[in-house]
């Protein structure tokens, strides 16, 4: 049995997937986070099924291509039921869409998640008429806290077997006599079988403009397109209002009414977290707190990345004076064991003290909420280098890791804005980076340094944005964004989400560490280091950095950190300092910081931008570094 | 009085009249439950021509300055 969720964005269709399926999607207090539908067998209450989380949608008529994602699932894919996740507390707005899942005349159930918050707002259900209403059933819960999930699949299991397909509202009679006449023509024509909807369904989206449908029947049907508008005409003139508006009217009334049918008022729960916005959002104020949550944020990974840091490394490295007394220090065998420990150093001293709090910080800022409210924030700023405020997601998400900070690029609805941000997240330090930051600036230099490299690194992001802007000249289409309301995080989501991120580093990027190091270490045993060094020796030379730094510099495009850990093993000291100047360990940071990212970035680049583009980026990059690292060497 | 929404001052309680611009835009709002004929209520306005906040239909929105712009409502006090 296939289920699928589908539901408005942040209303909390990937927490259900991972009360079921075990943390999987990464759940986030920001709309449109699932970018791509994640699919998972699931053996639940003793029944095997296969439960597919898709993309947020507002409407099933397409414009973001999360959003067209969702549409085509639903249109293609075989589903046995639909679940569709309504967010109580917005439960008019939700209703738009789930009379549109109703017109694809599916097996439906109703899941109104976040009913504690609907009645903290004072909006009181009646469960029983909303299921008479719409025909189909409908389950309360509160996915974050797991109540209610069980009934929810039980009753989806139920509908998986006896099938119930709910009501199909019609709109005003006027406007459903227009809808009949197309559906009449698109009867003959088979259109509709070709997309595999109902005749209904096609008919109201061609009414409403839909541009991929409009864009795939023109391509065969021009003529029919020309009927199409016809009757789009006869609808503006019965209600000199546009036939886009006339139909997302007509629903909008229809789901008011069901929603005033339905909803009893109370009165509201004061909360403090109702009037936090009036210093997070205040124009003064706002800025203020966004610097001292910086700040915060900054400090905490530090601290605790300081504080474990010198004595795992102390640790890690009494072995190496062992080994050498162990093992002749000439010998193959002690190449690869002294290649291993510093790999597995590098992992556990130097990245891991680092990253882990690091990601503890990101994702409590992620499920406060607090991400949109930066975007509103940073919004006047970044149309001055020709983005909008939702950019700003995407950038940050890019501290964490450039991967899904590019994928996450796709919450900005022109290709434009898109293909610049995508650039820009490129060159915004990911955690990876930001352990050479932290290991190599802060450690030697001091964390007023490394302060600046972050400071530099915004502005020369800034920059960058003001110059792409300026050779693709568009005017971006502005930013609308929900605001969602603030949420306590839970500890046990917090944990899940930095394990999920962690997984990643522990099963991809550690083993290549630990291999990176036994390879250098076996290129120094045969001495063919010494070339590749050579080959890079121009960008060293033009730097003024050691000639032994060239080999890191190819293993950090496999993976950003492993040019730090490989730092270590190629200039053979323990304390970089001891070799590399405070300008040198600058210089190299500032070049590492920007240059060509990492093979995992590329191939993302590749997907979401295309090969050309990417192309672009990779040589975009490189001269940045270039340039800023030669400055540095001069300047620092 | 109607004024297009960038110029009403936060506090203000308006009534969307029309929604200027393509059908891209007018999508998008009326997803989020912005149409014509809606109340809602101006919260806040970022400074140096940054967004708009309105509350409508219990939930926040922010809007760009130039998608503000757009929206033409009448204040009602």
Same mark, same amino acid.
């Given at each position: 049995?296939? &289920?699928?969720?589908?539901?408005?964005?942040?209303?909390?269709?990937?927490?259900?997937?991972?009360?079921?399926?075990?943390?999987?999607?990464?759940?986030? =207090?920001?709309?449109?986070?699932?970018?791509?539908?994640?699919?998972?067998?699931?053996?639940?209450?003793?029944?095997?099924?296969?439960?597919?989380?898709?993309?947020?949608?507002?409407?099933?008529?397409? *414009?973001?291509?999360?959003?067209?994602?969702?549409?085509?699932?639903?249109?293609?894919?075989? #589903?046995?039921? +639909?679940?569709?996740?309504?967010?109580?507390?917005?439960?008019?707005?939700?209703?738009? %869409?789930?009379?549109?899942?109703?017109?694809?005349?599916?097996?439906?159930?109703?899941? $109104?998640?976040?009913?504690?918050?609907?009645?903290?707002?004072?909006?009181?259900?009646?469960?029983?008429?909303?299921?008479?209403?719409?025909? +189909?059933?409908?389950?309360?819960?509160?996915?974050?806290?797991?109540?209610?999930?069980?009934?929810? *699949?039980?009753?989806? *299991?139920?509908?998986?077997?006896?099938?119930?397909?709910?009501?199909?509202?019609?709109?005003?009679?006027? /406007?459903?006599? /227009?809808?009949?006449?197309?559906?009449?023509?698109?009867?003959?024509?088979?259109?509709?079988?070709?997309?595999?909807?109902?005749?209904? *369904?096609?008919?109201?989206?061609?009414?409403? =403009?839909?541009?991929?449908?409009?864009?795939?029947?023109?391509?065969?049907?021009?003529?029919?397109?020309?009927?199409?508008?016809?009757?789009?005409?006869?609808?503006?003139?019965?209600?000199?209002?546009?036939?886009?508006?006339?139909?997302?009217?007509?629903?909008?009334?229809?789901?008011?009414?069901?929603?005033?049918?339905?909803?009893?008022?109370?009165?509201?729960? +004061?909360?403090?977290?109702?009037?936090?916005?009036?210093?997070?959002?205040?124009?003064?104020?706002?800025?203020?707190?966004?610097?001292?949550?910086?700040? $915060?944020?900054?400090?905490?990974?530090?601290?605790?990345?300081?504080?474990?840091?010198?004595?795992?490394?102390?640790?890690?490295?009494?072995? $190496?004076?062992?080994?050498?007394?162990?093992? =002749? =220090?000439?010998?193959?065998?002690?190449?690869?064991?002294?290649?291993? /420990?510093?790999?597995?150093?590098?992992? &556990?001293? #130097?990245?891991?003290?680092?990253?882990?709090?690091?990601?503890?910080?990101?994702?409590?800022?992620?499920?406060?909420?607090?991400?949109?409210?930066?975007?509103?924030?940073?919004?006047?700023?970044?149309?001055?280098?020709?983005?909008?405020?939702?950019?700003?997601?995407?950038? &940050?998400?890019?501290?964490?890791?450039?991967?899904?900070?590019?994928?996450?690029?796709?919450?900005?609805?022109?290709?434009?804005?898109?293909?610049?941000?995508?650039?820009?997240?490129?060159?915004?330090?990911?955690?990876?980076?930001?352990?050479?930051?932290?290991?190599?600036?802060?450690?030697?230099?001091?964390?007023?340094?490394?302060?600046?490299?972050?400071?530099?690194?915004?502005?020369?992001?800034?920059?960058?944005?003001?110059?792409?802007?300026?050779? %693709?000249?568009?005017?971006?289409?502005?930013?609308?964004?929900?605001?969602?309301?603030?949420?306590?995080?839970?500890?046990?989501?917090?944990?899940?989400?930095?394990?999920?991120?962690?997984?990643?580093?522990?099963?991809?990027?550690?083993?290549?560490?630990?291999?990176?190091?036994?390879? %250098?270490?076996?290129?120094?045993?045969?001495?063919?280091?010494?070339?590749?060094?050579?080959?890079?020796?121009?960008?060293?030379?033009?730097?003024?950095?050691?000639?032994?730094?060239?080999?890191?510099?190819?293993?950090?495009?496999?993976?950003?950190?492993?040019?730090?850990?490989? %730092?270590?093993?190629?200039?053979?000291?323990?304390?970089?300092?001891? /070799?590399?100047?405070?300008?040198?360990?600058?210089?190299?940071?500032?070049?590492?910081?920007?240059?060509?990212?990492?093979?995992?970035?590329?191939?993302?680049?590749?997907?979401?931008?295309?090969?050309?583009?990417?192309?672009?980026? #990779?040589?975009?990059?490189?001269? #940045?570094?270039?340039?800023?690292?030669?400055?540095?060497?001069?300047?620092? | 009085?109607?004024?297009?929404?960038?110029?009403?001052?936060?506090?203000?309680?308006?009534?969307?009249?029309?929604?200027?611009?393509?059908?891209?835009?007018?999508?998008?709002?009326?997803?989020?439950?912005?149409?014509?004929?809606?109340?809602?209520?101006?919260?806040?306005?970022?400074?140096?021509?940054?967004?708009?906040?309105?509350?409508?239909?219990?939930?926040?929105?922010?809007?760009?300055?130039?998608?503000?712009?757009?929206?033409?409502?009448?204040?009602?006090?």
């Amino acid at each position: 049995m296939r &289920i699928a969720l589908v539901g408005q964005p942040n209303c909390g269709k990937s927490t259900i997937f991972n009360y079921v399926a075990g943390y999987k999607a990464i759940t986030s =207090n920001f709309p449109g986070k699932t970018v791509t539908y994640s699919l998972s067998k699931v053996n639940f209450q003793g029944i095997t099924s296969e439960i597919v989380d898709l993309p947020g949608t507002y409407s099933l008529t397409s *414009f973001d291509l999360a959003e067209l994602e969702t549409r085509r699932y639903l249109l293609r894919e075989k #589903i046995d039921v +639909v679940i569709n996740v309504i967010d109580a507390s917005l439960l008019s707005r939700g209703l738009e %869409l789930t009379l549109q899942i109703l017109e694809l005349n599916l097996p439906t159930v109703i899941c $109104l998640n976040m009913i504690d918050e609907a009645e903290a707002k004072g909006i009181i259900i009646d469960v029983d008429r909303l299921s008479q209403l719409l025909k +189909v059933p409908v389950v309360t819960a509160v996915a974050h806290k797991g109540r209610g999930i069980n009934q929810l *699949f039980e009753t989806a *299991f139920q509908m998986g077997q006896n099938p119930i397909r709910g009501k199909i509202f019609t709109f005003s009679k006027d /406007v459903e006599l /227009v809808i009949e006449e197309l559906r009449k023509h698109l009867e003959e024509k088979k259109y509709a079988q070709k997309f595999q909807v109902t005749e209904r *369904f096609l008919a109201t989206k061609l009414l409403e =403009n839909d541009q991929h449908f409009i864009d795939e029947i023109k391509k065969i049907d021009t003529k029919f397109i020309k009927k199409v508008k016809d009757y789009q005409q006869q609808l503006e003139e019965y209600r000199a209002r546009t036939s886009d508006v006339v139909i997302s009217s007509e629903r909008h009334h229809l789901a008011m009414d069901i929603y005033e049918s339905v909803v009893t008022l109370a009165k509201p729960r +004061v909360e403090i977290r109702n009037y936090l916005d009036n210093i997070f959002m205040h124009p003064v104020l706002g800025y203020i707190s966004l610097a001292i949550v910086l700040y $915060l944020f900054f400090h905490f990974v530090f601290y605790i990345g300081e504080l474990v840091e010198e004595p795992l490394l102390a640790f890690f490295y009494q072995f $190496l004076p062992y080994l050498e007394e162990k093992l =002749n =220090n000439n010998s193959l065998i002690f190449y690869i064991a002294s290649g291993m /420990v510093q790999g597995l150093a590098g992992g &556990i001293a #130097i990245v891991l003290p680092y990253l882990v709090p690091f990601l503890l910080g990101l994702a409590f800022l992620e499920d406060t909420g607090y991400l949109p409210r930066i975007a509103f924030l940073m919004d006047t700023f970044l149309h001055r280098i020709g983005l909008h405020g939702k950019a700003i997601i995407p950038l &940050i998400l890019g501290y964490g890791c450039t991967v899904p900070a590019v994928m996450a690029t796709r919450i900005l609805e022109s290709e434009r804005d898109r293909f610049i941000s995508s650039i820009l997240t490129t060159m915004i330090p990911c955690a990876a980076r930001i352990t050479i930051i932290f290991g190599l600036v802060a450690f030697y230099l001091g964390p007023e340094a490394a302060l600046l490299v972050y400071v530099l690194n915004i502005i020369v992001v800034a920059f960058s944005g003001k110059i792409l802007s300026r050779l %693709l000249p568009e005017v971006t289409p502005g930013m609308i964004m929900e605001i969602p309301a603030y949420h306590i995080p839970s500890l046990k989501v917090l944990l899940a989400k930095v394990w999920l991120r962690m997984k990643e580093f522990i099963m991809v990027a550690w083993p290549l560490l630990i291999a990176g190091s036994i390879f %250098l270490s076996l290129l120094k045993y045969w001495h063919l280091e010494t070339f590749i060094n050579k080959l890079i020796s121009p960008i060293t030379l033009l730097l003024g950095l050691p000639i032994a730094v060239g080999v890191t510099l190819i293993f950090g495009i496999l993976r950003k950190e492993l040019s730090m850990i490989m %730092l270590v093993q190629a200039l053979e000291v323990t304390d970089i300092s001891t /070799v590399m100047s405070a300008t040198q360990i600058m210089t190299f940071t500032i070049f590492v910081l920007f240059y060509v990212p990492c093979v995992a970035t590329i191939a993302v680049l590749i997907k979401e931008i295309g090969a050309k583009k990417t192309v672009f980026t #990779i040589l975009f990059t490189f001269f #940045i570094a270039i340039c800023l690292a030669t400055a540095t060497r001069l300047v620092y | 009085m109607v004024a297009n929404l960038a110029d009403v001052t936060p506090g203000s309680k308006v009534r969307v009249v029309e929604i200027r611009g393509g059908l891209g835009i007018r999508q998008r709002l009326s997803c989020l439950g912005i149409h014509p004929g809606d109340l809602m209520i101006v919260q806040a306005s970022g400074i140096m021509r940054g967004p708009v906040l309105v509350s409508i239909h219990d939930n926040k929105v922010a809007l760009g300055r130039g998608v503000a712009s757009k929206i033409l409502v009448e204040v009602i006090n």
